[in-house]
């Protein structure tokens, strides 16, 4: 048996140096190799994790939360491993141990800090035994791929019943916080109390309506954004639980500022999807025992990941360049829009590959009414990617005057159409196929900037 592993391990570190080689950024070709040579040979790295194993899921915010969990983790000077965004299924998590294991994994690791897609919880947790699952939010995404969301939830609720797990909650999110009463799971929540950006009513599209035990439609106090909020059934009593780590006197303007219990948070992100994130991130961090000032320390320098808020500049004007995959992220993205005062140039680049999800008719549910407001001060609309034609509908119906409007099919004539627009700020937004390309293209813009005026002085 452990001729199987070296072997499997062999196998997949040649194939994760063979496609450095090649330029190719494949993270699953090497644990589907590794799995086909000793199947169980993620139960058995898992097993050189020393201190905990920690699972994080949910519909939005995994990929931030893991990373700056693993910042943390790091500025404490523990060993971690740790997957990175696009290979949250379980061969990509295998990949993950193969890449930082030695050739006869048995190197050990302080933590192993596991970014998984939510239909992966069951078959990861029947390979490795977590201390910790943390649970973001639950949102309708990518529904022709995975089935509508009841069916997620019970899936998760399923595989952490009967286990000794501790669950880290979202006390905010009506399709969360009732995982303590059907898994009886010890249960760590967080939330935020009342902020300036609440909302007593709502438009949005909101899955989480109804009380998940008797049916009857949810009474909201405040919004903080979706169906997250504070909130009670008058039928039963079903309520937002108490609170382990509570967020609060929240700034937003343009970056965050909040306080977690008493510890200080400041960042360099934006938004209220990203407050939660963080909020999220120093509730397990404490969790763990990591002390305060490390966790600020790891926060306030920790810079966002490409295409999660990524700035740029290009002509001089800030490019803000963000991934959009369902209507919360879109609402989400476009209510940051309001913390600067400036005028703005929108683009989003919509495809409907695989790995978007086929349906694009998600961008009806989103607000997109939101930037016809005139605080926010859209002055271009450029409509990008393989359905462009599609968003260009929906921002007309939004209420954006069709002259304003541009459709650019090729990103790249999008991008340049978008840049050179009127507004003062360029908003970038793209879907997940469309990212890396829209990255590209944006550094590639920003480089030829800086380098003109060094050879204008040349040639002077
Ligand atoms: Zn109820």
New binding site residues.
């Given amino acids: 048996m452990k001729l199987r592993v070296i072997l499997a391990i062999l196998a997949g570190k040649l194939v994760i140096f063979l496609s450095r080689i090649l330029g190719n950024q494949g993270t699953a070709m090497p644990g589907k190799l590794s799995r086909k040579i000793y199947p169980g040979i993620l139960s058995a790295l898992a097993k050189n994790i020393t201190d905990e194993i920690i699972i994080v899921t949910g519909t939005n915010g995994k990929t931030t939360t893991t990373n700056m969990i693993a910042e943390i983790i790091k500025e404490k000077g523990y060993t971690v491993v740790h997957n990175k965004a696009g290979s949250n299924m379980i061969i990509g998590i295998t990949s993950a141990f193969i890449q930082n294991t030695n050739l006869t994994g048995t190197k050990k690791f302080n933590y192993a800090l596991l970014e998984t897609d939510e239909a992966n919880v069951p078959l990861l947790l029947k390979e490795v035994k977590p201390r910790v699952v943390l649970i973001t939010n639950f949102f309708a995404d990518q529904l022709d791929r995975f089935g509508a969301i009841d069916y997620i939830i019970n899936l998760i609720k399923d595989a952490v019943r009967n286990t000794d797990i501790e669950l880290v909650l979202n006390a905010d999110d009506p399709l969360v916080t009732h995982f303590h009463h059907e898994t009886g799971l010890h249960c760590w929540y967080f939330g935020f109390s009342d902020t300036e950006y609440d909302n007593t009513s709502s438009t949005e599209n909101r899955e989480g309506r109804?009380?998940?035990?008797?049916?009857?439609e949810?009474n909201y106090e405040r919004y903080h954004y979706a169906q997250l909020g504070k909130f009670h059934?008058?039928?039963?009593?079903?309520k937002n639980p108490d609170y382990n780590f509570i967020g609060h006197n929240l700034k937003m303007r343009p970056s965050i500022d909040f306080q977690v219990n008493n510890i200080r948070i400041t960042s360099p992100y934006q938004g209220f999807y990203n407050a939660y994130n963080l909020l999220a991130t120093v509730s397990l961090a404490k969790l763990i025992g990591i002390e305060d000032e490390i966790i600020q320390t790891a926060l306030a320098k920790y810079q966002p990941q490409a295409g999660r808020m990524e700035k740029f500049t290009i002509n001089g004007k800030e490019t803000i360049l963000i991934l959009v995959k369902n209507p919360a992220g879109l609402n989400q993205t476009m209510a940051t829009m309001k913390y600067y005062a400036t005028s703005k140039n929108l683009f989003l680049a919509l495809n409907d590959n695989a790995g978007d999800g086929r349906d694009i008719s998600w961008i009806w549910d989103a607000d997109v009414e939101m930037i016809s407001d005139k605080n926010i001060a859209v002055k271009k609309v450029v409509c990008s990617g393989l359905r462009s034609g599609d968003f260009a509908v929906r921002a007309k119906y939004a209420g954006i005057n069709p002259d304003d409007i541009i459709i650019k099919t090729p990103l790249q004539e999008g991008i340049k159409a978008v840049v050179n627009g009127p507004g003062e700020i360029n908003y970038i937004l793209s879907t997940y196929s469309a990212l890396f390309e829209t990255r590209k293209i944006l550094t590639a813009m920003e480089r030829e900037n800086t380098e003109t005026p060094k050879q204008l002085t040349a040639e002077a």
Avoid at 210 to 216: A, I, S
């Fill in positions: 109804y009380c998940v035990f008797c049916g009857h949810l059934c008058s039928a039963c009593t079903n």
